[in-house]
C-alpha cells in the first residue's frame, strides 16, 4: 500500500499576517541599510580622493621645486631624488605625512623607479595618469609638468575598507534581529486585530450549532470593515431565519391542507367498505372520492408548480389571449351562473412557460369567481405602454380589508371567510411565483365595497425573465 502523504495544515491569518509583517519589516531594512551604504561609501571615498588629489598637488609642487633647484629635467628626476628625499618631502606637514611616492622615469628604454620605504609593494610601474584601488590603497598616478616622469602617490584606504565591513557586519545581526522584532510585533497586532474576529466567529458557530438566527452579532454596524462584515452576517441569518419560518409554516400549512382530503378519502372508503351498498350510492361514494382526489391533484399540482426552478422554465411564445379565453371557458363551466366576460381586442403573447402562466392565469380567474359569488368578474389581456403584456382579473365584489389585502399572495393563507370554502390558499401565491420567474410581478388592489383586482406583469423584450410581447398567432 501507497503511503499517505502527511495532510499539511495551511498557516493561520494571524501568522500569515506575523510573516508579511516581518517581509516587510525585513524589505525595508534592506532597502534603507543599501540607500545609507551607498551615500555614506560615496561621500567617504570622494572625501578621500578630494584629499588624496589637494595632496597630490602639494607633493607635486615641491618634487618640481626641489629637481628645478637641481638643474635637472624631469626625465632623468630618478636620478636626482632618491627614497631619503622623497621621505623628506611627505614630512613637511601633515596632510602628506602618510602618503608614500614613487617616481618613474624612462632611462635607456626602460622604466626606472625611486619610492618612499613604505610604498605597497607590487604595483605597476606603467601604470597610466588616474586614480586606481588596489587592495587598502588608493592610489593616484600624475605626469609631471615638464619631462616625462611619472608622481605615484600611495594613499592608505584601510579606513574606508573597514568602515565597509563595518557596516556589512552591523547589517548581518541587524537584519536578523529586525525581522524577529517585526516578526514578534507582527504577532502581537494580529492577535490584537484578529481579536473581534475571533469573537465573531465564536458568535457565528454559536448560532450554527443553535436556533436563534435573529441573534445579534457583537460588533455589528457601520464603523469599520469588520463591523459592516458582522452586520451583513447578521441579516444574512435574519434572511435564513424567515426563509425557515417561511419553509416551516409552508410545511406545517401543505401537511394540513394535504391531511384533510387523504381522511377524507380514507373515511370513505372505509365507510364505503363497511357494509354492502346499492349502486347508487356506491356511485355517490366514488363521485366524493373522485372530488377528494381532485382536490389532492390540484393541491399537488401548484405545490409542484411553486417548487418549479426558473432554470426549468419553458422559453416559446405563449399566447395570452388564448390562455385568458381558456379560463374564462372552465370558469363557466365551473359556475355556469357567473357573470363572466373577456376583453383581449389584440392578440397578446410573451415568451416564457405556458403550463404556468396558464395556471396562473386560471388561478386568478377561478379566484374571482369562487370569492365573489354573484359579481361580475372580467378578464382583460393588454399590451403594456412599455412594451409589455399584463393579464388583469378584476370582480365588482364586496372587496377585503388593508389587513387581508396585505397577506394575499402567502402560500397557504385564506381569510377567515373563506376557509370553509373550496381551494388551499395557493393560488394567488403561485400566480405571485409565475409572475416573479418570468420577471413581472402580480399586484393585488382591492377595499371594502370597491371589488377586487388582480394584475399579471409582464416585462417587454431585454428585460429581467427573458419574456418579449409577441403575437400569439389567434386566428380570430
Known sequence: MRARSPVRRPLTLRARLALWAALATGLATVLVAAGLFFAVDRYLLTSQQQRLLSAVSAL????????????????????????????????????????????????????????????????????????YWRGDQLLSVRPLRRG??????????RALSEARRAF?????WLLPAALLLSLLVGWVVAGRLLRPVRTLERAAREIGEGSDLRRPLPGSGEGDELARLALTLEQSYGRLADARDREQGFLRAAAHDLRSPLTAVQARVEGTLSRER???????????????????????????????????????PVPLRD??????????????????DLVAPVPVGVLGDRVLLGQAIWNLTVN???HAPGAAVTVTATH?????????????????????????????????????????GLGLALARRAAALHGGELTLSSAPGQGFAATLRLPAPGQPGHSATLGDNDPS
Open 323 to 340: 390562455l385568458a379565453a381558456e379560463a374564462v371557458d372552465r370558469a363557466r363551466e365551473l359556475a355556469p351562473e357567473a357573470d363572466i
Open 168 to 172: 556589512t557586519r552591523a547589517l548581518a
Open 60 to 131: 607635486q609642487d615641491r618634487v618640481e621645486r626641489v629637481a628645478a633647484q637641481a638643474a635637472q629635467p624631469f626625465g632623468i628626476g630618478v636620478l636626482v631624488l632618491d627614497g631619503g628625499d622623497l621621505t623628506a618631502l611627505t614630512a613637511e606637514d601633515d596632510q602628506t605625512r602618510t602618503l608614500q611616492l614613487r617616481l618613474v622615469s624612462p632611462q635607456g628604454g626602460r622604466l626606472q623607479a625611486v619610492s618612499t620605504p613604505g610604498f605597497p609593494r607590487g604595483v605597476p610601474l606603467d601604470l597610466p595618469a588616474g586614480l
Open 384 to 424: 403594456q405602454k412599455d412594451g409589455g403584456a399584463q393579464v388583469t382579473v378584476q370582480d365588482d365584489g364586496p372587496g377585503v380589508t388593508p389587513d387581508v389585502l396585505e397577506r394575499l399572495g402567502e402560500a397557504f393563507y385564506r381569510p377567515d371567510s373563506s376557509r370553509q370554502g373550496e381551494g388551499s
Open 148 to 157: 616625462t616622469a611619472l608622481l605615484v602617490v600611495a594613499s592608505d584606504a
Open 278 to 316: 346499492d349502486p347508487e350510492r356506491y356511485r355517490h361514494d366514488l363521485r366524493e372520492i373522485g372530488r377528494d382526489l381532485g382536490r389532492l391533484s390540484a393541491l399537488t399540482q401548484h405545490l409542484l408548480l411553486l417548487s418549479r426552478d426558473a432554470s426549468a422554465l419553458g422559453h416559446s
Open 368 to 370: 374571482a369567481v369562487r
